[in-house]
């Protein structure tokens, strides 16, 4: 029974193109991340919800547009993919603002 | 602004001895030190965790120390085995930010 589940795992798309990842955790936590990882490992908050409540946006641009439905789901809509998008995209979720994170498996976008 | 830094980026142990990973942090307002594990195409796994109100906490052959003044912290893995290879990453956070700062990683090879 996956606590952290992202889908999809992996995603290779052309750059123009849209494209969506979604998350969704089932342990009843408020609060939900998106990291990315990058080539040399870095992981970088990219956003932050809490309760469904967008907390942080962390200077991301603006083709990076983050959903919460609900505070069980957050997903990542990607538009006008460049090379430089090419990454691993970490969801997380945790109880609190300083506790343990959760981290789902991980989707590896390959932009070509 | 805020910074974790992480040292050493990379760590040879041979099996049973064992490897010690630094960490220090800019913020004093930090409160929360978590530590991470990430294999190879894996996601990174919470392995143990630290609050400023502590000094020390181990759980079996881990352990983190936390120097305030300093603004230092570290992981310590004692009696290594292979299994122990893998990236560690430390993380800083402080209340009410919803996120965690994270140092470079620590890529650590146990040889057998």
């Known amino acids: 029974d996956t606590a952290v589940s992202q889908t999809p795992k992996y995603l290779v798309t052309q750059m123009g193109n849209d494209k969506s990842i979604k998350c969704e955790q089932n342990?009843?936590?408020?609060?939900m991340y998106w990291y990315k990882q990058d080539s040399k490992k870095f992981l970088k908050i990219m956003f932050s919800?809490?309760?469904?409540?967008?907390?942080i946006n962390e200077t991301v641009p603006n083709r990076f547009s983050p959903k919460s439905p609900d505070k069980a789901h957050l997903n990542l809509h990607i538009n006008s993919l460049e090379l430089g998008d090419s990454a691993v995209y970490f969801c997380?979720?945790?109880?609190?603002?300083?506790?343990?994170?959760?981290f789902g498996s991980g989707t590896r976008l390959t932009v070509v | 602004g805020e910074n974790v830094e992480q040292h050493p980026s990379t760590l040879s142990v041979q099996e049973g001895d064992s490897a010690v990973i630094k960490c220090t942090y800019s913020?004093?307002?930090?409160?929360?030190f978590p530590w991470y594990k990430q294999e190879l195409g894996k996601r990174p796994q919470l392995i143990i965790d630290?609050?400023?109100?502590?000094g020390e906490k181990k759980d079996q052959r881990i352990a983190v120390t936390l120097n305030k003044t300093a603004k230092h912290f570290s992981l310590h893995i004692t009696e290594t085995q292979p299994e122990d290879s893998a990236v560690y990453f430390c993380?800083?956070?402080?209340?009410?930010?919803?996120?965690?700062?994270f140092g470079t990683g620590t890529r650590l090879k146990v040889l057998a």
């Open positions: 997380a979720s945790s109880q609190g603002s300083a506790d343990g994170y959760t």
């Open positions: 342990l009843g936590h408020d609060t």
């Open positions: 919800y809490n309760n469904k409540e967008l907390i």
């Open positions: 913020d004093s307002a930090s409160n929360y």
């Open positions: 630290i609050r400023s109100n502590v």
């Open positions: 993380a800083a956070s402080k209340p009410g930010t919803y996120k965690y700062i």
